[in-house]
């Protein structure tokens, strides 16, 4: 499997990411690298092995469905690039 | 007045502090000048201004007999750690003018025994790094070599013990980000059991792996600061519900554990094998414990090979998700370039995130993209399973494993940057333990020729961090 550049685009407007055309050929070399290395997994035959998502394998935690103060509004706020007293503000979503 | 390296342990300081020999605002005075002093090692982001304040009210209880487990120990903490109303940064321009709002459980655990924050140290960028080069506050540089990198992600953790600049530091590991800087700075440094800490306030990489846990300059110390951040936290869903030991270090009584060494380890098949120094070095200690009458066995963890790749798969997938709430909205680094939605999300990320944030960002969102999520995502999953499934295995015949911490001593400032595979294949002997979620601990055995620190790691099965404490002590003794 080896990635593109233009695979390298796709991804990376996914995960909200702009490069300009040098920052977009190393990337793709090194993911091909990385990628290349990665490859070694396939020498395992895991066919029957289950998955691990996590190092201890906790059944479901519960709380008592309480209503528990968190941070207040404020402290929500404080650090927001842009806000009013009450809310975030983003640029315009909707255009009439 | 006594120097602030005339003790070797934190009790043997409250006992120069009760008997006048030492002040602790003085102490804290000292530890302030030597930070001022060593400015070249970048270790700190920030030095709180307000830490002697703290250090008279901490005197006074300490006099009066009032003070916690903690009483005066000064601490720094990884910049990756939320205090609230302090900086709270990640070494990251996203970050860069963030203040929390609120404190993290470990480290209101520290502050209710009474220990002193010094200030939040430099590490890697979200702590994705091997060598603390990849921070927006610059490099840290290694106390024992200048032109060498401390280690990372956690290096301005371990510097700051290292250097006098504190007595002990919080720092986190998610595949090493403890053991090795201290591996490289010649300290003590823990990794808990996965769950044994809360990560509650801790700034989630990946979620799976990540622990929090202590750097000192004492098993003493490792010890009693474990014996006040553990512990279940309603906070922490994945925090671990089970009993916290006292962790007393009593090893008069400490029956002869049986000592595993992996052979994978100590000869390792591929990716550039181990440092014949440090190979020697832990052969020594190998020997000594033969010579104290421990019984030492050869054995095998099969998939050692394999977990470089595995763990670069799911924590990178892991990091990509939690990533995402850096969007320029709630908080952080806005970019002033958009005027919509999407751009102001793709222009603040990409002017806030640094080159190897970026590039597990991609790493992450391509092993989880469709078409590619089996081959990779779910691969990894499953070999996670058989390396961790060797760890249970190789416990059944043995009580600790004993292993090098790293495969080389500290390399050059530049020697790995441009090569990112390279890098993480410097991981090697770490990311095992964060996959299988065991306990790890670095023990400084000595300097090479060229006068720099060799790391020798103990694991453990999970939630047995005493046996680790205990056996290094013991280990210690018998030097």
Same mark, same amino acid.
């Given at each position: 499997m080896s990635v593109t550049k233009r695979d390298v685009e796709y991804i990376a407007r996914l995960a909200r990411l702009r490069f300009n055309d040098e920052e977009l050929e190393s990337y793709t070399a090194e993911l091909n690298e990385i990628l290349n290395y990665m490859?070694? %997994? @396939?020498? %395992? @035959? /895991?066919? /029957?092995v289950e998955p691990l998502s996590h190092p201890i394998e906790n059944v479901n935690v519960f709380r008592d469905d309480k209503l528990i103060v968190s941070i207040d509004r404020a402290d929500a706020l404080k650090n927001a690039p842009s806000r009013d007293e009450e809310f975030f503000k983003v640029p315009k979503v909707i255009n009439k | 007045m006594l120097k602030l390296t005339q003790y070797r342990n934190h009790s043997e300081k409250i006992e120069l502090i009760k008997s006048g020999k030492i002040s602790l605002r003085k102490n804290v005075e000292e530890f302030l000048h030597e930070i001022e002093d060593k400015k070249e090692l970048n270790a700190f982001n920030f030095v709180f201004d307000d830490v002697l304040l703290q250090a008279d009210k901490v005197e006074e209880k300490i006099k009066k007999g009032s003070a916690g487990k903690l009483g005066g120990m000064v601490i720094s903490i990884k910049d990756v750690l939320s205090i609230k109303s302090r900086p709270m940064t990640c070494s990251s321009k996203i970050l860069k003018n963030y203040e929390a709002v609120y404190t993290a459980t470990a480290v209101q655990k520290l502050l209710d025994e009474d220990a002193i924050i010094i200030g939040k140290t430099n590490c890697d960028e979200f702590a994705m790094g091997s060598s603390n080069e990849n921070s927006a506050f610059g490099i840290v540089r290694n106390p024992h070599d200048t032109e060498r990198v401390p280690g990372g992600s956690s290096g301005g953790s371990a510097v700051s013990v290292a250097a006098d600049l504190c007595d002990a530091s919080l720092g986190t590991d998610t595949g090493g980000s403890i053991r090795q800087p201290a591996a490289f700075c010649g300290v003590y440094g823990l990794k808990p059991t996965y769950g044994r800490v809360s990560r509650y306030g801790l700034t989630a990489f990946a979620s799976s792996f990540d622990t929090i846990g202590p750097f000192a300059k004492s098993i003493e110390d490792i010890a009693l600061i474990m014996s006040v951040i553990s512990g279940k936290d309603p906070k922490d869903s994945t925090s671990h519900d089970i009993e916290v030991p006292a962790f007393t270090l009593n090893v008069d009584n400490v029956e002869k554990y049986r000592v595993g060494i992996p052979k994978e380890y100590l000869n390792p098949s591929s990716e550039g094998g181990l440092d014949q120094e440090i190979k020697e070095a832990i052969e020594n200690q190998i020997d000594l414990l033969k010579e104290n009458g421990y019984e030492i066995k050869e054995i095998s963890l099969p998939h050692t090979e394999y977990a470089i790749a595995t763990y670069y798969i799911l924590t990178t997938a892991e990091a990509s998700s939690n990533l995402s709430r850096y969007d320029g909205a709630h908080y952080g680094y806005r970019s002033d370039k958009a005027n919509n939605l999407f751009d102001m999300y793709t222009e603040s990320r990409t002017e806030g995130f640094g080159k190897e944030v970026k590039r597990r960002i991609m790493l992450g969102t391509y092993v989880l993209s469709a078409g590619y999520y089996d081959a990779y995502y779910r691969k990894a999953q499953k070999v996670r399973r058989l390396l961790k499934e060797d760890f249970d295995k190789a416990f059944q015949q043995v009580d600790i494993m004993l292993t090098p911490t790293t495969p080389t001593v500290a390399f050059k400032i530049g020697e790995k940057s441009a090569d990112p595979l390279q890098m993480y294949l410097s991981d090697i002997f770490t990311t095992p333990a964060n996959l299988a979620g065991i306990p790890g601990i670095n023990i400084p055995v000595g300097k090479n020729s060229e006068g720099l620190p060799i790391g020798l790691q103990l694991m453990a099965n999970h939630f047995e961090e005493l046996k680790l404490l205990r056996f290094a002590k013991k280990l210690e003794t018998i030097q």
């Amino acid at each position: 499997m080896s990635v593109t550049k233009r695979d390298v685009e796709y991804i990376a407007r996914l995960a909200r990411l702009r490069f300009n055309d040098e920052e977009l050929e190393s990337y793709t070399a090194e993911l091909n690298e990385i990628l290349n290395y990665m490859e070694k %997994l @396939n020498e %395992l @035959n /895991t066919e /029957t092995v289950e998955p691990l998502s996590h190092p201890i394998e906790n059944v479901n935690v519960f709380r008592d469905d309480k209503l528990i103060v968190s941070i207040d509004r404020a402290d929500a706020l404080k650090n927001a690039p842009s806000r009013d007293e009450e809310f975030f503000k983003v640029p315009k979503v909707i255009n009439k | 007045m006594l120097k602030l390296t005339q003790y070797r342990n934190h009790s043997e300081k409250i006992e120069l502090i009760k008997s006048g020999k030492i002040s602790l605002r003085k102490n804290v005075e000292e530890f302030l000048h030597e930070i001022e002093d060593k400015k070249e090692l970048n270790a700190f982001n920030f030095v709180f201004d307000d830490v002697l304040l703290q250090a008279d009210k901490v005197e006074e209880k300490i006099k009066k007999g009032s003070a916690g487990k903690l009483g005066g120990m000064v601490i720094s903490i990884k910049d990756v750690l939320s205090i609230k109303s302090r900086p709270m940064t990640c070494s990251s321009k996203i970050l860069k003018n963030y203040e929390a709002v609120y404190t993290a459980t470990a480290v209101q655990k520290l502050l209710d025994e009474d220990a002193i924050i010094i200030g939040k140290t430099n590490c890697d960028e979200f702590a994705m790094g091997s060598s603390n080069e990849n921070s927006a506050f610059g490099i840290v540089r290694n106390p024992h070599d200048t032109e060498r990198v401390p280690g990372g992600s956690s290096g301005g953790s371990a510097v700051s013990v290292a250097a006098d600049l504190c007595d002990a530091s919080l720092g986190t590991d998610t595949g090493g980000s403890i053991r090795q800087p201290a591996a490289f700075c010649g300290v003590y440094g823990l990794k808990p059991t996965y769950g044994r800490v809360s990560r509650y306030g801790l700034t989630a990489f990946a979620s799976s792996f990540d622990t929090i846990g202590p750097f000192a300059k004492s098993i003493e110390d490792i010890a009693l600061i474990m014996s006040v951040i553990s512990g279940k936290d309603p906070k922490d869903s994945t925090s671990h519900d089970i009993e916290v030991p006292a962790f007393t270090l009593n090893v008069d009584n400490v029956e002869k554990y049986r000592v595993g060494i992996p052979k994978e380890y100590l000869n390792p098949s591929s990716e550039g094998g181990l440092d014949q120094e440090i190979k020697e070095a832990i052969e020594n200690q190998i020997d000594l414990l033969k010579e104290n009458g421990y019984e030492i066995k050869e054995i095998s963890l099969p998939h050692t090979e394999y977990a470089i790749a595995t763990y670069y798969i799911l924590t990178t997938a892991e990091a990509s998700s939690n990533l995402s709430r850096y969007d320029g909205a709630h908080y952080g680094y806005r970019s002033d370039k958009a005027n919509n939605l999407f751009d102001m999300y793709t222009e603040s990320r990409t002017e806030g995130f640094g080159k190897e944030v970026k590039r597990r960002i991609m790493l992450g969102t391509y092993v989880l993209s469709a078409g590619y999520y089996d081959a990779y995502y779910r691969k990894a999953q499953k070999v996670r399973r058989l390396l961790k499934e060797d760890f249970d295995k190789a416990f059944q015949q043995v009580d600790i494993m004993l292993t090098p911490t790293t495969p080389t001593v500290a390399f050059k400032i530049g020697e790995k940057s441009a090569d990112p595979l390279q890098m993480y294949l410097s991981d090697i002997f770490t990311t095992p333990a964060n996959l299988a979620g065991i306990p790890g601990i670095n023990i400084p055995v000595g300097k090479n020729s060229e006068g720099l620190p060799i790391g020798l790691q103990l694991m453990a099965n999970h939630f047995e961090e005493l046996k680790l404490l205990r056996f290094a002590k013991k280990l210690e003794t018998i030097q």
